[in-house]
């Protein structure tokens, strides 16, 4: 073996050893995402659909009312877009509102309501301007959260009730110039002092939002561990510090304007001992886990904006007259519609289904928050492209919400994990299960002896998952032959991810042509059990509420669609274009990019 391939095997080894330690370990039960790479259907995470308590739904719905009547009045996304400021009034009102406690205990003046409970708030919000939605997730979702998750009681107690309160703003602070998706290769250092007091920070951090208005930052640093290297460390950091620069106050930019993007800098900035959040050396495990959270946001934010497009895009399909019909009258517009209604429908039944397994305890929740961000995130960008072709020149101009809705939709599939990753994360994380089976099931064949019985038995859960397509239980009759076909491509699913393991062992980690069609088919798997557990509850109870039971037709279309769409990921799995991808962007990157 050549010395460079022996490095390459190191690093790699180091990778994975990396990445397992930021897993979730811990004893769990088998989840809705785990189960489908496994070929089941683990159906008590998503059926029946989750529903608040009533004596929560009755909280909500006032606080609804009271945020919806305050938004009416004072929230003016136009304004904030180009003034690309959100007026202090709004996040003082906000604040009163309680919006920034939602989900925080009492005990420190938080509402303690669920995460489903805060997603109608924030999906309320969403609907109406993205960078108030972004201001509020970064507030609640990630810039108190590592406090909330991690914080010793006497941070909490200090730390939290004037964030909760809004007296002061958070931020989160990962990104830096040479860690962006590689959130990894954090270069900020922070040195213990001499006294072992404080830690002195050094370093840059840029993109981060709030940065420059925030009084409570959590910042991610490079501390020394006792071997001679060094792990990453979250540290609770305030900009009175000596040494905390804003190198640049809001940065300009596309979309999301009204948040203040801030460039930072610490120049040998001491930050006391007592703030480390979290164990030393677990910053990254911490930063996942508390995006974990931000991610369930934009599932919720993104199911308001589709909302708003759908709106948008009728009013102006029933109104507009061409050729002597309303645009509404001709099919390639309909089409659209409809694709709006039916993807509006699911990302708000993905995002209930999601939160309601935080609520309940599920311990790992990493892979559907990563389906619900890259899914709601791409599913928006098309909605909003709808939407703005059935308004054809007039969603152009800046007097109509449709252009700031399309530049402001764009962040999402970029922030808080690069949708490319989170895609090939879905994949690897979620085919560790069947590997893990895999391996424990080849080192047994190599101590036959010792080791039948557990051999016998990994064989045949694998075997039966593919031989047997698991249960889907709907209540409504109507529903069986959907849940029967869901059920089928499940086994299905499994069976070409099992297929793909064989084929690609080890190398599967770079193949990301194939992670890509196994996170696709699995996120429409997601999807399709979240919809169609909607549409049995709705079914079975029909909503009080009014709803129109024509969304039911909306279901339908996006059931057929999302399962055609599996369907065709499984058929790709072994692209024969793949090869003329790869050498067809080689020979770009070689050439520069000059096509002459
Ligand atoms: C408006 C805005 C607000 C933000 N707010 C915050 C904040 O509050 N706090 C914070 O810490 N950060 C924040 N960020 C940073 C954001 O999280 C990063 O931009 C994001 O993680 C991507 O990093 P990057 O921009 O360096 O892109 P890069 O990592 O350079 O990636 C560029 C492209 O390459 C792709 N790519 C990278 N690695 C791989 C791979 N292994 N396989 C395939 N494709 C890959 C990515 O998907 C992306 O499409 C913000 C960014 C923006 C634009």
């Not at 039960?29 to 009755?58: H, I, N």
């Not at 599932?299 to 109104?319: D, F, I, M, P, Y």
């Amino acid at each position: 073996m050549s010395t460079h391939t022996s490095e390459m095997d190191q690093d790699r080894k180091k990778q994975m050893r990396d990445a397992e330690e930021l897993l979730f370990t811990g004893p769990q039960k088998c989840g809705l995402a785990k189960g489908l790479f496994l070929g089941r259907f683990a159906s008590d995470w998503v059926m029946p659909y989750p529903t608040t308590s009533p004596e929560e739904q009755a909280q909500l719905d006032s606080s609804l009312a009271a945020l919806r009547a305050f938004l009416d009045e004072h929230l003016d996304p136009a304004a904030i877009d180009r003034d690309a400021d959100i007026p202090r009034h709004v996040i003082d009102g906000l604040a009163r509102l309680g919006v920034f406690g939602m989900t925080a205990p009492r005990e420190v003046g938080g509402r303690g309501f669920s995460q489903m409970a805060y997603c109608k708030v924030l999906g309320e919000i969403g609907s109406r301007c993205a960078s108030t939605g972004i201001f509020v997730n970064v507030q609640h979702s990630i810039g108190m959260r590592a406090l909330l998750l991690f914080g010793t009681p006497e941070q909490k107690s200090r730390w939290l009730p004037p964030l909760i309160s809004g007296e002061k703003l958070a931020a989160f602070a990962l990104t830096e110039p040479e860690a962006g998706s590689d959130a990894a290769n954090v270069q900020t250092r922070a040195e213990p002092s001499a006294d072992g007091s404080h830690f002195i920070l050094n370093g840059e951090k840029r993109y981060i939002t709030s940065g420059s208005i925030a009084q409570v930052l959590t910042v991610m640093a490079r501390t020394p561990t006792p071997g001679g290297g060094s792990a990453v460390t979250a540290f609770l950091v305030t900009p009175d510090l000596p040494g905390f620069v804003v190198t640049e106050p809001r940065m300009q930019k596309l979309g999301v304007r009204g948040t203040a993007t801030a460039r930072l800098a610490f120049r040998d900035m001491p930050v006391p001992r007592e703030n480390i959040l979290g164990a030393p050396g677990k910053g990254l495990k911490l930063a996942l886990h508390v995006l974990d959270f931000g991610r369930v946001t934009f599932g919720a934010s993104c199911t308001g904006a589709a909302k708003t497009c759908l709106r948008l895009a009728v009013e102006h399909a029933n109104r507009r007259r061409q050729f002597g019909k309303t645009l509404g009258d001709f099919e390639l517009i309909k089409k659209k519609i409809a694709r709006m209604a039916a993807g509006a429908y699911a990302l708000e039944a993905m995002t209930t289904v999601t939160a309601s397994l935080i609520d309940r305890g599920l311990e790992d929740y990493m892979l559907e928050t990563a389906m619900l961000k890259v899914f709601s995130t791409e599913a928006l960008w098309l909605l909003v492209n709808d939407a703005f072709q059935v308004l054809g020149g007039a969603a152009y101009f800046t007097d109509r919400p449709l252009e700031r809705m399309l530049r402001d939709a764009r962040i999402n599939q970029i922030g808080e994990g690069a949708n490319e990753v989170l895609t090939s994360f879905i994949a690897l994380v979620g085919m560790r299960g069947p590997g893990q089976q895999f391996q424990e099931m080849m080192e047994s064949l190599s101590r036959p002896w010792g080791e039948l019985r557990k051999m016998w038995l990994i064989g045949l859960d694998r075997v039966g998952a593919a031989m047997l397509a698991p249960d889907v239980p709907v209540r409504s009759p109507q529903l069986e032959p959907f849940a029967g076909r869901l059920g089928e491509l499940v086994r299905r699913f499994n069976v070409e991810v099992d297929r793909a393991l064989i084929q690609h062992r080890e190398a599967i980690l770079d193949r990301q042509y194939v992670q890509e069609r196994i996170a696709r088919a699995a996120m429409e798997l997601f999807a399709s059990a979240c919809v169609l557990s909607r549409w049995d509850a709705e079914l079975q109870s029909p909503p009080t509420d009014g709803l129109d039971p024509g969304w039911h037709s909306a279901a339908e279309y996006f059931l057929r669609g999302s399962l055609r769409r599996v369907r065709r990921s499984l058929a790709e799995m072994n692209d024969a274009d793949d090869s003329f991808a790869t050498a067809t962007a080689d020979w770009a990157l070689r050439n520069g990019g000059d096509l002459r």
